[in-house]
């Protein structure tokens, strides 16, 4: 079946710490993964796509087709980067599936 | 611009009683569809839908019913509550189906007592 998969349902770091959001996947073809991002009392949003290969928010996502993996990272965390993140992937022809979400709290 | 536009924002509800969430998006997107958010779970989409007039279930589609009149407007409808369909639903769209972001709407709470 596909489907994505984070670890971690809760996640926390001092501010200026890296961090790392886990996210495996499991799809037959070639997969489009995606962040989205819930900031408190905010609409959820993209955050990042795979195939733009871009950097938003200092936070930057590598797939790993060998690992099966698209892991969120960034060097520096912030404390505005508390919020719920999510992984999502989808095939062609395939409906978007979201995992169960990662909480990160970046301490002060 | 609006966006996407849902209401209400919170709702209270008794078992077995019926309602409609709504949802509305001024961006003439194609594809429109509805998630319900639960602790642990994740999104899980719920209905789905390809233009006016076409919908599509999603992977948890049990006591929920939708329809597309129009372009705009892709309201989800609740048949007889139960209390496993407390949770916040989500409704999203996209220009069209797939590779695309997705714009998502505020949320309803929903309290099935």
């Known amino acids: 079946a596909q489907r994505v998969t984070q670890p971690e349902k809760l996640l926390s770091v001092f501010k200026g710490a890296p961090v790392e959001l886990k996210c495996n996947y499991s799809y037959s073809g070639s997969p489009e993964l995606f962040w989205y991002v819930q900031y408190s009392r905010q609409r959820l949003q993209l955050l990042l796509r795979h195939i733009s290969r871009e950097s938003i928010k200092g936070f930057t996502a590598d797939l790993n087709k060998g690992e099966t993996s698209f892991h969120l990272k960034k060097p520096f965390a912030q404390e505005e980067d508390s919020a719920m993140y999510y992984c999502?992937?989808?095939?062609?022809?395939?409906?978007?599936?979201f995992g169960e979400g990662t909480q990160l709290t970046v301490n002060p | 611009n609006a966006g996407v536009t849902q209401t209400p924002k919170f709702q209270v509800l008794k078992t077995g009683q019926s309602m409609t969430l709504q949802c509305a998006q001024d961006?003439?997107?194609?594809?429109m569809s509805w998630y319900r958010q639960d602790p642990g779970m994740g999104l899980r989409l719920i209905h789905y839908s390809v233009g006016a007039g076409i919908t599509d279930q999603g992977e948890v589609p049990n006591g929920y019913n939708v329809s597309r009149s129009t372009t705009e407007d892709f309201p989800l409808r609740l048949l007889s509550a139960a209390p496993s369909q407390t949770s916040v639903y989500f409704c999203a769209s996209s220009y069209r189906r797939g590779g695309t972001k997705l714009f998502f709407g505020s949320g309803t709470q929903l309290s099935v007592l």
């Open positions: 961006m003439n997107h194609e594809y």
């Open positions: 999502a992937g989808e095939t062609s022809g395939s409906r978007l599936t």
